[in-house]
């Protein structure tokens, strides 16, 4: 019971093991390898369009707002192998139509699209990073290269209201921001957090 939930487990979780991760609200239990990328498509791709755009080439140049959705739907993708979604178009127009609300940039080069949403199992995290930082209409204008993504489903507050002020907690201090932009593997992502709980 005190290990690590392994790869492919957090869809299984008997109804124990559901309220010890609750109870300790670590994100190192939730935060599977698998849901993990150490390098985002989305990114690069708009910094090439942007580079042909720039050489004169009819390519159009993406918006920052198109940038973000593509972004979005990267990232929901990043969760599919943690097994809580029911359906990856919803929780991205879900979380595309959250961020039209407000930015959820939280400066510093961080950005945390989360939503509620009917169409979760249970609460699930994923990461991803880019060497092409964004624009995320952030706060202290500052671009964004680190993202994490987290949905939940609306009826079920207990293990949310754990996990989302820690995050953020966690992800203030300079140092573990940094260590997460030098992580190579998914396991160094997770042993981060692990640290720190």
């Not at 140049?61 to 809580?84: H, K, N």
């Not at 209409?137 to 964004?144: F, G, L, N, R, T």
């Not at 201090?173 to 260590?179: K, L, P």
């Amino acid at each position: 019971m005190g290990d690590r939930i392994r790869p492919g487990e957090c869809a299984y979780i008997d109804k124990d093991s559901e309220t010890i991760m609750a109870r300790e609200g670590k994100i190192s239990r939730i935060l599977l390898e698998e849901c993990i990328r150490g390098e985002l498509r989305a990114p690069f791709e708009g910094q090439k369009a942007i580079e042909e755009a720039v050489e004169g080439e009819e390519t159009p140049l993406p918006s920052p707002e198109r940038q973000r959705e593509e972004i979005i739907g990267e990232l929901v993708e990043i969760l599919l192998p943690s097994g809580e979604i029911q359906h990856q178009g919803r929780i991205y127009t879900d979380l595309v139509n959250r961020e039209k609300k407000a930015s959820t940039s939280l400066g510093h080069g961080i950005a945390v699209p989360h939503v509620r949403t009917e169409h979760a199992r249970d609460l699930t995290i994923g990461f991803g990073k880019t060497s092409y930082p964004v624009d995320w209409d952030a706060i202290d204008s500052v671009p964004v290269d680190l993202f994490f993504v987290m949905v939940a489903p609306p009826f079920d507050d207990t293990l949310y209201n754990r996990i989302w002020p820690k995050l953020v907690g966690v992800l203030q201090y300079e140092h573990i921001r940094e260590a997460l932009r030098q992580c190579r593997e998914p396991w160094e992502v997770i042993k981060i957090f692990k640290q720190e709980e």
